[in-house]
């Protein structure tokens, strides 16, 4: 899968006239305190699978993923492909085309993305309504929808989240483009405050013999 697929969320774009307000009280607490929560860890390991599927083109694919997070360091892999940022470098290593993407961490996009906007995508630019309550693998979870407010200027239209109402964290994501695509994240394991080494974050050319690197 290409290195759009790490990490790229997709969300519909909304037409109801019930989510016209940007906050809704309920939702905006949980997310807030899952924020907070978020905030207060240095780092973190985590599990996911994922499914990318769309009828209009027959498209529906499933791979597993796990991602590590120190600050603003990251390493992430999904599929066949790796991404790894040290902060000021990121590397996006596609074994498909045996590429390496090289590029300033200042210009990261949706394309390479931290792990950790996964568990905070709702942060910035998004309206929220929550739903309902339901049980999710045995446990009970909330889920909230969230809707970008520059919908004219988004690819996606919903995001999905189902935050369990225990341990106040993400165990699942459903994201919705334009195009039909649908993409189902879910959590398997989170591991706060996990110990891990700098080296982990750094591109080391001799893992990957004769591949080519492409430096933006």
């Given amino acids: 899968m290409k290195k759009i697929a790490l990490f790229t969320f997709y969300i519909l774009l909304s037409t109801s006239t019930v989510f016209s307000q ?56 999904y599929g066949d492909n790796t991404i790894l940022s040290n902060g000021l470098k990121t590397w996006t290593i596609v074994k498909e085309e045996k590429t390496v993407y090289e590029s300033d961490a200042s210009d990261d996009n949706e394309e390479s993305m931290n792990p950790k906007k996964l568990l905070t995508i709702w942060e910035n630019g998004f309206k929220n309504r929550y739903d309902r309550e339901e049980t999710l693998n045995g446990e009970t979870v909330h889920i909230l929808y969230l809707y ?28 919705k483009n334009r195009d039909g695509a649908i993409m189902t994240y879910s959590i398997t394991k989170f591991t706060p405050d996990e110990t891990i080494e700098d080296v982990k974050f750094v591109f080391d050319a001799r893992k990957y013999p004769g591949y080519e690197v492409v430096r933006d």
Wanted: overall charge positive.
């Fill in 22 to 77: 940007d906050v809704d009280e309920k939702s905006q607490a949980i997310l807030n305190k899952l924020s907070s929560k978020m905030k207060a860890v240095q780092s973190f390991y985590l599990e996911f699978s994922a499914n990318i599927k769309n009828n209009a083109t027959g498209m529906n694919e499933t791979s597993t993923g796990k991602g590590w997070v120190k600050g603003e360091k990251y390493y992430a892999s």
């Fill in 148 to 175: 970008p407010k520059e919908a004219n200027k988004a690819d996606y239209h919903t995001i999905i989240l189902y935050i369990s109402k225990a341990s106040n964290e993400v165990k699942k994501a459903i994201l």
